[in-house]
């Protein structure tokens, strides 16, 4: 049992708790995290109750367990938690003021105007270009088979796909394959440097390449706006340059660019690993591929707006994987004023984690957690009804994610292609290897075995 650590003691006379953790060196609480995170969480709860303290990167993380926590938090009623401080530390100079990282009245302010980019009308007109991304790189996958030899490595094919969607659809560019393929490469370097262990630039470290990268997408992103204020496009970075807030302000060229390198890195890990997982867990549970293959071969290849929401066993699929497999474990947010979660004492300048990735394994919300069973989600179930924050994979509240309409439409674009033209498998004694250090991603790319139906 490692020795206790204590948070500071709430005001005397106070009936608020003091929050107390393991003392555990960051380094080995790292370790014990990346091995099993939801057991790690399960055991300190026990021990310390639901908030408990632990170190974490050097500095002290208050982790607030549990959906009543989660709630307080997110919807932030009191506006006592920022997030830009929370958030800055963990991505590094990277992403710096994306809409993640601003607060309050500024916030509000920039999430309105880029509200419209996202809205029904404009999602409709991103379906035309998604269908037609979707079907050229699924029709380019080839056949493979792990017996023979030749898998087919999923996550490669769907990150190359979903790298097309940053860029046509989000950029409104459509680059030969070689300046593609080196764009990909800039987009990837900048969004995965925030990760690094190692926090400085070195020339050729990944830190340096994602400085490098931020600085090559902010050049192609200032020609790209300049273009784009000319036309009424039909893509996301068109859709800013013309959007205005209710007062009739405009997002500025750099704003623009800033939100731009956000929501490409908002939008890739999270979208590529959960349309793998799904492949992953589609092929762990075929009845599961033959229901929604079933349902996609009833309904044209392309679909609009109406009939991809008609996609309802796919729905409670991604439902299911993004609770298995939470594509941002962790929501971070930093006290700006004394506070209290759950009758704890949470001091000003407080780090304060909500651990939404564990919280989607609580036995007392979800029968057999760690069982892939989307049925969970059907009218007859509806385990995810129980709290308004038992599945939350999108967050909650003023920063709840602006692209979650978007992501549940390119993943079931996807879906419906390949369900289509292929079946695939792997292997009964397979179980993908997940690397949880960041959004969870195939260690494997997962290898699969592919066939043309
Ligand atoms: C499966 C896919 C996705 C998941 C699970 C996901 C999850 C999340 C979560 C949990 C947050 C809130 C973080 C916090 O409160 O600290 C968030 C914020 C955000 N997401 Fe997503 N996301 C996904 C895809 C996307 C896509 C495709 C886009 C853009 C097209 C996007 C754009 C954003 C933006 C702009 C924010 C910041 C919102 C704000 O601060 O107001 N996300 N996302």
Not at 59 to 80: C, E, F, H, T, Y
Request: aromatic share 8%; with cysteine.
């Amino acid at each position: 049992m490692p020795r206790t650590q204590f948070v500071a003691a709430p005001p005397v006379g106070s009936d608020l708790k003091q929050i107390s953790g393991p003392a555990t060196n960051w380094i080995a609480q790292l370790l014990r995290q990346r091995r099993d995170p939801v057991a790690a969480s399960r055991e300190d709860e026990a021990t310390y109750g639901p908030v408990f303290v632990l170190n974490m990167f050097g500095s002290k993380w208050i982790i607030a367990n549990g959906p009543d926590a989660a709630q307080q938090i997110l919807m932030n009623k009191d506006r006592v938690f920022a997030n830009g401080p929370a958030w800055a530390p963990l991505n590094g100079p990277f992403f710096e003021r994306g809409l993640l990282m601003l607060d309050f009245d500024e916030h509000r302010s920039h999430r309105s105007i880029m509200q419209q980019a996202f809205g029904r009308s404009a999602l409709t007109s991103y379906l035309r270009s998604l269908h037609r991304i979707a079907e050229r790189h699924v029709g380019e996958i080839p056949e493979g088979s792990v017996a023979e030899g030749n898998p087919v490595l999923m996550h490669k094919y769907l990150e190359r796909l979903t790298l097309d969607v940053a860029l046509e659809v989000f950029m409104g560019v459509k680059l030969p394959r070689d300046e593609a393929t080196a764009l990909s490469r800039t987009i990837i370097d900048t969004l995965h440097a925030g990760g690094s262990m190692v926090r400085v630039a070195i020339p050729g470290n990944k830190w340096w390449r994602g400085l490098r990268g931020r600085r090559t997408l902010e050049a192609f992103l200032g020609a790209r706006i300049t273009a784009a204020r000319q036309e009424q496009g039909t893509d996301l970075l068109s859709m800013l340059c013309h959007a205005t807030g209710e007062d009739g302000t405009r997002l500025t060229d750099q704003d623009i660019i800033n939100h731009m390198i956000f929501l490409l890195a908002a939008a890739h890990d999270t979208a590529t690993g959960t349309l793998t997982s799904m492949v992953y867990y589609m092929a762990k549970y075929p009845e599961w591929q033959k229901r929604t293959r079933e349902r996609s071969l009833e309904l044209p290849d392309e679909l609009g707006f109406d009939e991809l929401a008609e996609l309802t066993e796919l729905e409670w699929i991604l439902k299911e994987t993004t609770r298995l497999h939470t594509p941002i474990q962790i929501e971070p947010r930093a006290a700006v004023e004394d506070t209290e979660v759950c009758g704890y004492h949470i001091p000003k300048g407080s780090l304060v984690v909500v651990p939404t990735g564990a919280n989607h394994y609580r036995p007392e919300i979800f029968s057999r957690p760690e069982e892939f069973d989307p049925d969970r989600f059907s009218d007859d179930r509806a385990e995810h009804k129980s709290h308004r924050m038992a599945w939350a994979p999108f967050g909650a509240g003023p920063h709840k994610c602006l692209g979650q309409h978007f992501a549940g439409l390119e993943i079931k674009m996807v879906l419906h292609h390949l369900l289509r033209k292929f079946e695939w498998e792997v292997p009964e004694d397979y179980v993908m290897p997940v690397d949880m250090s960041a959004t969870p991603l195939p260690e494997d790319s997962l290898p699969i075995t592919l066939r043309r139906r």
